[in-house]
């Protein structure tokens, strides 16, 4: 690396580490902030009976996911095709958890949310010291590897390519075996990862992971010790992932190697693309578009592969700001004013 | 041992005649290319439909589907890396890609999912010293080597190659002397798709063929260019020999791990030598 990290060591006025529950506390919750969680919940409620409940959960966690990975890559600017590697963990453990120790759901997914953020810590250590296309391809390679683990050396414990079966037992009157319950429970947990993402990227934490994005060393010089900030991201975006993971183990009551899988990288991406990225609404919009897609269009399109790729063509060359990004501008547009009550500052892609 | 070093020094070979593409696009144009996977698979799509329909004639197909690969090098070059330049990393990376998903759907489209066999063309064995080795292996090893000079007599006498070396250096400064650098980076790309094609047409008859056969290749070269080092041309060459070699010895002695093992030795390298890119 460049010279200038010699700055760090030296302690310069402003180099105060942020308190993430500190930023969670003292921020002033806006009058809004109700009426988007209102919204987002009012507005899967609206399209669960077009398609199923069942259906509906599965969009929900992907959107869990979806978030995760925009807080990475719409946020901090760092792209990342191996994200599925910290979705799978979670999955993994949960199921491991349950089948091992005990069937409490809550317990399993707090276990997986553990080890996906455990591992995303250590391997954070090595893979936020790179940029760009070598971030990329990095954590790709370590998706590779962690898939390869699971379908072949660690075949004992996870069956590798026939995955086992995962039943929780009733937590009090939670059974998460039952579908409405689960649609409850996951849209509790839409909801409070959107309201903790959105407390934590308005917060001065967050405005820092932005500027990490417009120019990293900029907020070197600043005296911030840049790689702490880049690491805990990725530590949050990896256990965000690992609770979308585990409630995917729940939801299906099975895991298998397919939630590790590398090729499954592309539809978050695309997601957090087409919804537009460095937002969260942008990121469940993209993540239900996503779902839609690739759920519905192959019945209708038989070449849907070819359909997403021509899509995201058009969306890098022409359509960067995503879907919420077409809404913004529309509304921005009829409203007459310049900044839209409720959203957040548009990002300069 | 023998065998293993040998099988090794294949698998070297076919990732250094795809990676050099990669390692070639991205030192001059800046550009992750995933498109790279499909060049390589519609080669060898093409040089199997020339092989039935020529029935026997292996080098006529293979030089065919070469000079077929050219000009869908050129189109994706022309209307999809051209507007990229200078662009962050991310949308190239992704649009590329979406080339590649509508390249393996188009090839799903027209040749089908069913993996075809392709059997070795040559299929005698030379045999010397009590070994008995594949002549067609022997001979993917010496276009290697042979490759590897050409290009370096390419790179060192032409006034292209010249050219093309001074921009991995310093673009804007070739710019700066007159150079309409985009025509030579037209050049650079296509040669790099016809040498993946190549290596894909060479690697087909000792592999399966089917549409996905790309994605893997392409993880595999693109750590040979990141341990060889981004547009050096030099250290690909290395690089690809041993990793290949890392291969065939891992596959030697715990066959699933082979691939793995190539990822472990790229994070190692990326640990202790971060590129900044």
Same mark, same amino acid.
């Given at each position: 690396?460049?010279k200038?990290?010699?700055l760090?060591?030296?302690k310069a006025?402003?180099?105060k580490?942020?308190d993430l529950?500190?930023?969670?506390r003292?921020?002033?919750?806006?009058?809004?902030?109700?009426?988007?969680?209102l919204?987002?919940a009012?507005?899967?409620?609206v399209?669960t009976?077009l398609?199923?409940t069942?259906?509906?959960t599965d969009?929900m966690?992907?959107?869990?996911?979806?978030?995760?990975?925009?807080?990475?890559?719409g946020y901090?600017?760092r792209?990342?095709?191996g994200?599925?590697?910290y979705l799978?963990t979670?999955?993994?453990?949960?199921?491991?958890f349950?089948?091992y120790?005990?069937?409490?759901p809550l317990l399993?997914?707090l276990?997986g949310?553990?080890f996906?953020?455990?591992?995303?810590m250590?391997l954070?250590?090595?893979?936020?010291r790179?940029?760009?296309?070598?971030f990329?391809l990095i954590n790709?390679?370590?998706?590779?590897?962690?898939?390869?683990?699971?379908?072949s050396?660690?075949r004992?414990i996870t069956?590798?390519?026939?995955?086992?079966?995962v039943?929780?037992?009733k937590?009090?009157?939670?059974?998460?075996?039952?579908r409405?319950?689960?649609f409850?429970f996951?849209?509790l947990?839409v909801l409070?990862?959107?309201y %903790?993402?959105?407390r934590?990227t308005?917060s001065?934490?967050?405005i820092?992971i932005?500027? /990490?994005?417009?120019?990293?060393?900029?907020?070197?010089f600043?005296?911030y010790?840049?790689?702490y900030?880049?690491?805990?991201?990725?530590v949050l975006?990896?256990?965000i992932a690992?609770?979308?993971?585990s409630l995917?183990?729940?939801?299906?009551?099975?895991?298998?190697?397919?939630?590790m899988? %590398?090729?499954?990288? @592309?539809g978050?991406?695309f997601?957090c693309?087409?919804?537009?990225a460095?937002?969260?609404?942008?990121?469940? @919009?993209g993540? %239900?578009?996503?779902m839609i897609?690739?759920n519905?269009l192959?019945?209708? /399109?038989?070449r849907w592969?070819?359909?997403?790729?021509?899509?995201l063509i058009?969306?890098v060359f022409?359509?960067r700001?995503?879907?919420?990004g077409?809404?913004?501008?529309s509304?921005?547009?009829?409203?007459k004013?310049?900044?839209v009550?409720?959203a957040?500052?548009?990002e300069?892609? | 041992m023998?065998?293993t070093i040998f099988?090794?020094?294949?698998?070297g070979a076919?990732?250094?005649?795809?990676?050099?593409?990669l390692?070639?696009?991205f030192g001059? !144009?800046?550009?992750?290319n995933?498109?790279?996977?499909?060049t390589y698979?519609?080669?060898?799509?093409?040089?199997?439909?020339?092989?039935?329909f020529?029935?026997?004639?292996?080098p006529?197909?293979?030089?065919l589907a070469?000079?077929t690969?050219?000009p869908i090098g050129?189109?994706?070059?022309?209307f999809?890396?051209?507007?990229?330049?200078?662009e962050s990393?991310?949308?190239?990376f992704?649009?590329?890609f979406?080339?590649?998903?509508?390249?393996v759907?188009a090839?799903?489209w027209?040749?089908?999912v069913?993996?075809y066999?392709?059997?070795?063309?040559i299929g005698?064995?030379?045999?010397?010293?009590?070994?008995?080795l594949?002549v067609?292996?022997i001979?993917?090893v010496i276009?290697?080597?042979l490759l590897?000079?050409?290009l370096?007599?390419?790179?060192?006498?032409?006034i292209?190659?010249?050219i093309v070396?001074?921009?991995?250096?310093?673009k804007?400064?070739?710019?700066?002397?007159?150079?309409?650098?985009d025509k030579?980076?037209?050049i650079v790309?296509?040669?790099?798709?016809?040498?993946?094609?190549?290596g894909?047409?060479?690697y087909?008859p000792?592999?399966s063929?089917?549409?996905?056969?790309?994605?893997s290749v392409?993880?595999l070269?693109f750590?040979?260019?990141i341990?060889g080092? !981004?547009?050096?041309?030099n250290g690909t060459?290395?690089?690809?020999?041993?990793?290949?070699m890392? !291969?065939?010895?891992?596959a030697r002695y715990?066959?699933?791990g082979?691939?793995t093992?190539?990822?472990?030795? !790229?994070?190692i390298v990326?640990?202790?030598?971060?590129?900044?890119i």
């Amino acid at each position: 690396m460049k010279k200038e990290l010699s700055l760090d060591e030296g302690k310069a006025p402003c180099d105060k580490p942020i308190d993430l529950l500190a930023e969670l506390r003292s921020t002033p919750i806006k009058e809004h902030g109700v009426i988007d969680l209102l919204g987002i919940a009012a507005f899967f409620l609206v399209i669960t009976p077009l398609l199923s409940t069942h259906r509906i959960t599965d969009f929900m966690i992907f959107c869990i996911f979806a978030m995760s990975f925009d807080l990475l890559y719409g946020y901090m600017g760092r792209l990342s095709f191996g994200q599925m590697l910290y979705l799978g963990t979670g999955a993994y453990f949960c199921g491991l958890f349950i089948r091992y120790v005990s069937g409490n759901p809550l317990l399993a997914i707090l276990a997986g949310i553990a080890f996906a953020g455990f591992l995303s810590m250590l391997l954070g250590l090595i893979i936020v010291r790179t940029t760009g296309a070598c971030f990329a391809l990095i954590n790709l390679a370590f998706n590779h590897i962690g898939f390869f683990l699971v379908l072949s050396p660690l075949r004992g414990i996870t069956r590798g390519e026939d995955g086992f079966g995962v039943s929780a037992s009733k937590f009090g009157s939670l059974s998460l075996t039952s579908r409405p319950i689960m649609f409850g429970f996951v849209l509790l947990c839409v909801l409070l990862v959107f309201y %903790v993402l959105r407390r934590l990227t308005s917060s001065p934490y967050g405005i820092l992971i932005r500027s /990490i994005k417009e120019d990293e060393t900029r907020v070197r010089f600043l005296g911030y010790n840049t790689f702490y900030y880049k690491w805990l991201t990725f530590v949050l975006a990896g256990s965000i992932a690992g609770l979308a993971g585990s409630l995917t183990a729940l939801n299906y009551s099975y895991v298998n190697p397919n939630a590790m899988d %590398v090729h499954s990288n @592309v539809g978050v991406v695309f997601a957090c693309l087409i919804g537009g990225a460095g937002n969260l609404y942008g990121a469940i @919009v993209g993540g %239900v578009v996503y779902m839609i897609i690739s759920n519905l269009l192959p019945i209708y /399109i038989y070449r849907w592969e070819m359909f997403l790729g021509f899509s995201l063509i058009i969306i890098v060359f022409r359509f960067r700001t995503g879907v919420w990004g077409y809404i913004q501008r529309s509304w921005e547009y009829l409203v007459k004013r310049k900044v839209v009550p409720g959203a957040m500052k548009k990002e300069a892609i | 041992m023998i065998y293993t070093i040998f099988y090794g020094l294949t698998i070297g070979a076919i990732l250094y005649f795809i990676s050099i593409g990669l390692s070639l696009t991205f030192g001059t !144009m800046r550009v992750i290319n995933f498109a790279h996977t499909i060049t390589y698979t519609i080669g060898v799509y093409i040089l199997i439909t020339f092989v039935n329909f020529l029935k026997w004639y292996f080098p006529l197909g293979a030089i065919l589907a070469i000079l077929t690969v050219i000009p869908i090098g050129y189109v994706i070059e022309r209307f999809i890396i051209r507007r990229l330049y200078g662009e962050s990393l991310d949308y190239t990376f992704i649009a590329t890609f979406a080339v590649a998903l509508i390249g393996v759907d188009a090839i799903k489209w027209i040749w089908g999912v069913r993996p075809y066999p392709i059997s070795d063309p040559i299929g005698t064995y030379l045999m010397f010293w009590g070994l008995s080795l594949p002549v067609y292996r022997i001979i993917i090893v010496i276009i290697a080597i042979l490759l590897f000079f050409g290009l370096n007599i390419f790179f060192k006498r032409t006034i292209v190659g010249k050219i093309v070396v001074a921009a991995l250096e310093d673009k804007d400064g070739v710019r700066c002397l007159g150079i309409s650098v985009d025509k030579y980076f037209s050049i650079v790309f296509v040669l790099g798709s016809a040498l993946a094609a190549l290596g894909g047409v060479l690697y087909a008859p000792i592999s399966s063929v089917h549409p996905y056969m790309g994605l893997s290749v392409l993880l595999l070269s693109f750590a040979v260019v990141i341990v060889g080092g !981004m547009g050096n041309l030099n250290g690909t060459f290395l690089s690809a020999f041993a990793l290949g070699m890392v !291969m065939s010895i891992t596959a030697r002695y715990w066959s699933q791990g082979a691939e793995t093992m190539v990822f472990i030795v !790229m994070a190692i390298v990326l640990i202790f030598r971060p590129i900044d890119i």
